[in-house]
């Protein structure tokens, strides 16, 4: 049985893991990459395996790290099912319809201005484009990828084939998003079991549910986003989140928080909401300026099986955790214009690294405003707008035009929707027996080693850190 790393591994983008049992042939994942030009370039590699021959893929989630490829795959002759849960389904589709929209407009500006000037390579200070950065797919490729889901409910073992058998689980991280049990009948007839993390929840964050612990594995692949970092508490967070709000209302600066459509946006929504229900903040304007988002918000709204505890008691009590007095959901683009004349406003916009989107023109109108506060509640992946501002960059380069940073910044990384070292390890541990070996994808690649190799020695078990396209045989 061979397994085959085609992405996410030393790097947080790009998922893909490729399964060959002998007789069946899987992908877990098929995620686009994203950040700097020469990670993105990747995208229009061809894949490392033949996408007519895959049997099926499976998806943990809606990001589009992990589902951004799979009109790729599609086109290219994949005729199987994906697998996932309902709400990973209905995301994707508005996750991928977005995407594809966004590259067309992307493609078409750089295509005028390429005919304007000699065509050159920009500079990645942009998120910039190249001359082969034409979209990787279009609208109409969205609805063939969404019309071959298969939908399962999280706890319920199917089989695939004879061999092959899956089970989801809960793995807390955004809405429907799974962790993958799958039971393998090698061709000597032993079964061996591979668990793969997905993206793993933190615990205690708000909506979804805590991650599932597994008991059993012969081999796991492990997310290790923040395998080098402690979160601070939700409380604190909550704490350090109100505080911001609250220094901003009194010095009528506007708060600019770019924020993930799926996932961060209703988590932001859901902690305001509470504060203006309960009276803790009062006439505050909030503006959720991102149709993606709006529609991603309605998508949580049918699926309240698949919250946690305290949400669904919200609900009960006639609380709409994500309507509250004061929010204006933005629809068009000129609503999203009108917003530059505000003060004391708080923005929610995408995209969440500040690559594109309407927080872009957010961050120009506001950036060199002392009384600004942006609040980062997502991972800002190198070679982003959004990571060179958290890193403190004092001058940054927005749409060809340099400016200087006065705003204040804050991360809440206890927004994450990542578990942080703590969580990862105690995940880990909760394996009954410890698998053969563990394999630390889905990280920066100092973070996964370093992560990996104190886990290695706390649990003395094997751990790999596999490359890119590396292919492992499975015993
Ligand atoms: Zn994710």
Redesign the pocket.
């Known amino acids: 049985m061979k397994l085959k790393f085609c992405g996410g591994v030393r790097t947080v983008t790009g998922s893909c893991y490729y399964l060959d049992t002998g007789s069946y042939k899987l992908l877990v994942e098929c995620g686009a990459f994203q950040g700097k030009d020469d990670v993105e370039r990747l995208n229009y590699e061809p894949f490392p395996f033949n996408p007519s021959e895959i049997d099926a893929v499976i998806l943990t989630?809606a990001?589009y790290?992990?589902c951004g490829r799979l009109p790729v795959l599609v086109k290219q002759g994949f005729k199987g099912k994906i697998i996932s849960t309902q709400p990973t389904r209905d995301l994707t589709k508005i996750i991928l319809l977005d995407a594809a929209r966004l590259q067309k407009e992307e493609y078409s500006r750089w295509e005028s201005r390429s005919k304007a000037e000699k065509p050159k390579k920009e500079s990645s200070e942009e998120g910039a484009l190249f001359m082969e950065k034409r979209p990787l797919f279009l609208e109409e490729d969205v609805q063939p990828v969404i019309d071959l889901f298969d939908v399962y409910p999280y706890g319920s073992s199917v089989h695939l084939s004879k061999d092959v058998e899956f089970r989801l689980r809960d793995a807390g991280?955004?809405l429907g998003s799974s962790i993958v049990e799958l039971w393998i009948k090698t061709a000597e007839g032993r079964e061996r079991k591979i668990v793969f993390s997905g993206?793993l929840g933190q615990p205690g964050i708000r909506i979804v549910r805590d991650p599932d612990l597994i008991r059993e594995a012969d081999y796991v692949v492990c997310e290790s986003t923040y395998g080098n970092r402690l979160h601070k508490s939700k409380d604190e967070t909550i704490l350090e989140f109100l505080s911001i709000l609250k220094q901003a209302q009194e010095q009528n600066g506007n708060v600019l928080i770019p924020a993930f459509a799926i996932g961060r946006s209703q988590e932001v929504l859901y902690e305001i909401n509470l504060f203006v229900e309960n009276k803790i903040l009062e006439n505050l304007p909030v503006y959720l300026d991102s149709p993606m988002a709006k529609e991603a918000t309605n998508i949580y709204k049918q699926y309240p099986t698949f919250y946690d505890e305290d949400a669904r008691r919200l609900l009960e009590k006639g609380d709409d955790p994500f309507q509250f007095p004061g929010l204006v959901f933005v629809n068009s683009a000129e609503e999203s214009k009108r917003l530059i004349s505000k003060q004391g406003i708080v923005i929610i916009a995408g995209s969440g690294m500040c690559t594109g989107g309407r927080i872009v023109h957010h961050i120009k109108n506001n950036i060199e405003k002392e009384n600004t506060h942006m609040i980062f509640v997502g991972y800002q992946v190198d070679g982003t707008l959004g990571r060179r501002i958290v890193d403190r960059t004092p001058e940054v380069k927005i749409m060809g035009k340099q400016y200087s940073v006065r705003a204040q910044i804050h991360t809440l990384g206890g927004f994450s929707?990542h578990g942080d070292q703590r969580d990862l390890r105690y995940w880990l541990r909760s394996f009954g027996h410890t698998p053969k070996k563990i394999f630390m994808v889905h990280g920066d690649e100092e973070i996964s080693i370093g992560f990996g190799t104190n886990i290695q020695s706390e649990l003395k078990v094997e751990v790999d850190i596999p490359k890119l396209n590396e292919e492992v045989e499975l015993k």
């Open positions: 989630h990001h790290d992990h991280h955004i993206d929707a």
